[in-house]
């Protein structure tokens, strides 16, 4: 009875040893896993971070040639106006002194 007794002893302590030396296996994987995990994901971040700076540039310098667009738009814009004015004041000028001519009024 004391051999059954040791043997179930020993045989309990392997099976105990073994499970702990399977759950410390697993655990390292898991650790070797997270850190790869951790790594990539900084590499994502930085990598998206990159992006978005380049992103951004790329968005101020369309800004500008807008900016630069409308304020070309708005001087060809002040000389039609001039041009128009100049054309009215023309018109209203041959009117009043061709009394010959169509009166718009």
Same mark, same amino acid.
């Given at each position: 009875?004391?051999?059954?007794?040791?043997?179930?002893?020993?045989?309990?302590?392997?099976?105990?040893?073994?499970?702990?030396?399977?759950?410390? =296996? +697993? /655990?390292?994987?898991?650790? *070797?896993?997270?850190? &790869?995990?951790? %790594?990539? !994901?900084?590499?994502?971040?930085?990598?998206?971070?990159?992006?978005? =700076? +380049? /992103?951004?540039?790329?968005? *101020?310098?369309?800004? &500008?040639?807008? %900016?630069? !667009?409308?304020?070309?738009?708005?001087?060809?814009?002040?000389?039609?106006?001039?041009?128009?004015?100049?054309?009215?004041?023309?018109?209203?000028?041959?009117?009043?002194?061709?009394?010959?001519?169509?009166?718009?009024?």
């Amino acid at each position: 009875m004391r051999k059954e007794v040791i043997a179930t002893l020993l045989a309990v302590s392997i099976q105990f040893f073994g499970v702990v030396w399977y759950i410390s =296996k +697993l /655990d390292s994987k898991v650790n *070797i896993l997270y850190d &790869k995990f951790e %790594k990539e !994901q900084s590499q994502d971040v930085i990598e998206n971070q990159v992006k978005m =700076k +380049l /992103d951004l540039a790329n968005l *101020i310098k369309e800004v &500008k040639q807008i %900016k630069k !667009q409308l304020r070309e738009e708005n001087n060809k814009n002040k000389e039609i106006m001039k041009q128009h004015e100049n054309l009215f004041e023309l018109l209203e000028n041959t009117t009043n002194n061709n009394s010959t001519g169509y009166n718009y009024n």
